[in-house]
């Protein structure tokens, strides 16, 4: 059952990060030129409803639709791992034009070459786990 | 019911993730894809050679069934509910794009450049998905995020660290596309 829900919710999500064009490389690029206010409303809205949403959460004694009580992860304090971790991503997101969550959608779309950015990001994922304890964190 | 072939207006999309992320919480988990990265890097059999990748992947198997639901989403909406898949970007875009080389602007959903089949065989095409790719890899387990997990779920929770970490997205893609971009296309 919980699996089922999990598949419904992705499916939810690659259609709406297809449909929205938030999984072209186009609206990257526009967006980084200050061109358009789409990708701008997208993400504004999606958070102006997150954080009534999180907060009504945290102060209703609301729980999931198993029983348990809804946790928060608060990410730990820090500022050059956000920073500069945050740069190297963005340089790769707009070269790319996608991120961890639509790269998936456009395999799906039938984008043969996105599997070798997908692969690349494994990779670079691996990277940082083997020099991580070298960074600056 | 041609509407249901029409891309979706921002205050359609917007919603729509935030629900997401709603019906994430409600089945006690949350938001943010690239944590996945370092999940198929330890299938991969990471874990065998650095600690950061010793963690039982089962305990992120939902996670993983929500990357397969992505893909089936991509192929529902790619082939029943779009006709005309370009994407109908600013006219000074698509003049800017093409100055750069990037013929397909405004005529597809993704350049053909990069994304087709036949910019396999090009050195320079190639390049930019590996070099992009493993900076977004690198990138995102750096700053313990991507634009899910901190422009999302994060900032919704009123997390510094990922305004920070959103501060610095915005610094990497304005100095790849205003000052890289014109140096390599």
Request: charged share 10%.
């Amino acid at each position: 059952m919980r699996t089922i829900s999990y598949l419904l919710i992705g499916i939810v999500f690659g259609i709406t990060m297809y449909k929205s064009e938030a999984a072209s490389w186009f609206r990257i690029y526009e967006m980084f030129k200050f061109e358009s206010f789409h990708m701008y409303g997208i993400i504004g809205s999606a958070l102006v409803i997150g954080i009534v949403m999180v907060q009504l959460i945290k102060r209703i004694p609301i729980k999931s639709f198993y029983g348990e009580t809804i946790k928060f992860y608060p990410k730990e304090k820090s500022f050059s791992r956000y920073m500069i971790g945050g740069i190297i991503f963005g340089l790769g997101w707009a070269l790319a034009g996608a991120c961890p969550g639509p790269m998936f959608t456009l395999v799906g779309a039938g984008y043969v070459p996105i599997l070798v950015l997908i692969l690349a990001s494994i990779v670079g994922t691996f990277l940082y786990g083997l020099i991580k304890d070298k960074l600056p964190h | 019911m041609n509407w249901i072939y029409e891309p979706w207006p921002w205050y359609v999309s917007g919603p729509m993730i935030a629900l997401i992320m709603f019906l994430l919480l409600m089945v006690g988990k949350n938001f943010g894809m690239s944590s996945n990265l370092r999940t198929l890097c330890t299938i991969c059999g990471a874990g065998n050679k650095v600690n950061f990748f010793r963690f039982d992947w089962k305990s992120q198997k939902w996670n993983l069934i929500v990357v397969l639901g992505a893909i089936i989403g991509g192929f529902i909406a790619s082939t029943l509910l779009t006709n005309d898949a370009s994407v109908d970007i600013n006219p000074n875009t698509i003049a800017d794009l093409q100055e750069l080389g990037f013929e397909s602007a405004g005529k597809a959903y993704l350049p053909t450049e990069l994304f087709a089949l036949d910019a396999m065989t090009n050195i320079k095409s190639l390049s930019v998905l590996i070099i992009g790719g493993l900076l977004v890899g690198f990138g995102t387990r750096y700053a313990g995020g991507c634009t899910s997990g901190h422009a999302i779920s994060g900032l919704s929770n009123l997390q510094l660290p990922s305004l920070i970490a959103v501060i610095g997205f915005f610094i990497g893609g304005l100095v790849m596309i205003h000052i890289i971009f014109p140096l390599i296309f």
